[in-house]
C-alpha cells in the first residue's frame, strides 16, 4: 500500500485541461519537497517537476505543480496524445526516513 | 548529461542473492551534493524506494525497513558505480529494479531498468 494517495485515473480530450491529486501527511508531503514522475510504457520514470512546482529544464511549461499543507498537485493543460502516461508523486518520508510514492494515476487522453 | 547504466542477472532462484550493479557517467558516487538509489516496482507494490548511499565527507547508508535486515547498498569508487545485493529472495521479490540519483530533493536520473524475476 503507498504512502501517498493518488487517484488511479484520470482522462481528456486534446487541448483540455487535467489535474492529478496526491494526497500525503505531516511526516511526508507536509514537511518535504514533492516531486512528480511521468513514465511512458515500458520505459523508467522521468522527472517531470521537482521541488514542489520547479520543471526541469525541457519539461513544456503546460506542466505545472502545486502544493498546500498535506496536498499536492500536478497540473497538465493543453492535453496532447502524447501526455497519455502514469504520473507518479514522490517525496522524503521523515518518519520512515525513505522516499515514499503514490500509487500512480493512469492519464488518458480520449 | 548524467547517465546511469545497470547491469546484472535478470533471473535469481529463491532464497539466493539477487545483485545489479548502476555505472554512473556525468557526475561522481562520491559527489557531496548526490544520493544514490536503488527503487523497484511491481504491479503489487508500485515504486518502492529501497535504500541509498551517499558520501558526505563520509559515507552513510539507508534502508527501506521492509528490506533492512536482508539489503547491502555499497559504492565503489574506482569503478564509479554502487551496487545493489538482496539477500534471500522470495518470488515477492520479483520487480523492475532501477537505480536513481537523487539531487535537490529530486530523483533526476534514472537507470534503464532491470526486469529480475524469482524463480526456481
Known amino acids: 500500500q503507498s504512502m501517498l494517495t493518488q487517484p488511479p485515473s484520470v482522462s481528456g480530450t486534446p487541448g483540455q485541461r487535467v489535474t492529478v491529486s496526491c494526497s500525503g501527511g505531516s511526516s511526508n508531503i507536509g514537511r518535504d519537497i514533492v516531486s512528480w514522475y511521468q513514465q511512458l510504457p515500458g520505459t523508467a520514470p522521468k522527472l517531470l517537476i521537482s521541488g514542489d512546482n520547479q520543471r526541469p529544464s525541457g519539461v513544456p511549461d503546460r506542466f505545472s505543480g502545486s502544493k498546500s499543507g498535506t496536498s499536492a498537485s500536478l497540473a497538465i493543460s493543453g492535453l496532447q496524445s502524447e501526455d497519455d502516461a502514469d504520473y507518479y508523486c514522490?517525496?522524503?518520508?521523515?518518519?520512515?526516513?525513505?522516499?515514499?510514492f503514490g500509487g500512480g494515476t493512469k492519464l488518458t487522453v480520449l | 548529461q548524467v547517465q546511469l547504466q545497470q547491469s546484472g542477472p535478470g533471473l535469481v532462484k529463491p532464497s539466493q542473492t539477487l545483485s545489479l550493479t548502476c555505472a554512473i557517467s556525468g557526475d561522481s558516487v562520491s559527489s557531496n551534493n548526490a544520493a544514490w538509489n536503488w527503487i523497484r516496482q511491481s504491479p503489487s507494490r508500485g515504486l518502492e524506494w529501497l535504500g541509498r548511499?551517499?558520501?558526505?565527507?563520509?559515507?552513510?547508508?539507508g534502508y527501506a525497513v521492509s528490506v533492512k535486515s536482508r539489503i547491502i547498498i555499497n559504492p565503489d569508487t574506482s569503478k564509479n558505480q554502487f551496487s545493489l545485493q538482496l539477500n534471500s529472495v522470495t518470488p515477492e521479490d520479483t520487480a523492475v529494479y532501477y537505480c536513481?540519483?537523487?539531487?535537490?530533493?529530486?530523483?533526476?536520473?534514472w537507470g534503464q531498468g532491470t526486469l529480475v524475476t524469482v524463480s526456481s
Open positions: 514522490g517525496t522524503w518520508d521523515g518518519s520512515l526516513n525513505g522516499w515514499v
Open positions: 548511499t551517499y558520501y558526505r565527507s563520509k559515507w552513510y547508508n
Open positions: 536513481t540519483r537523487t539531487s535537490d530533493g529530486a530523483n533526476d536520473y
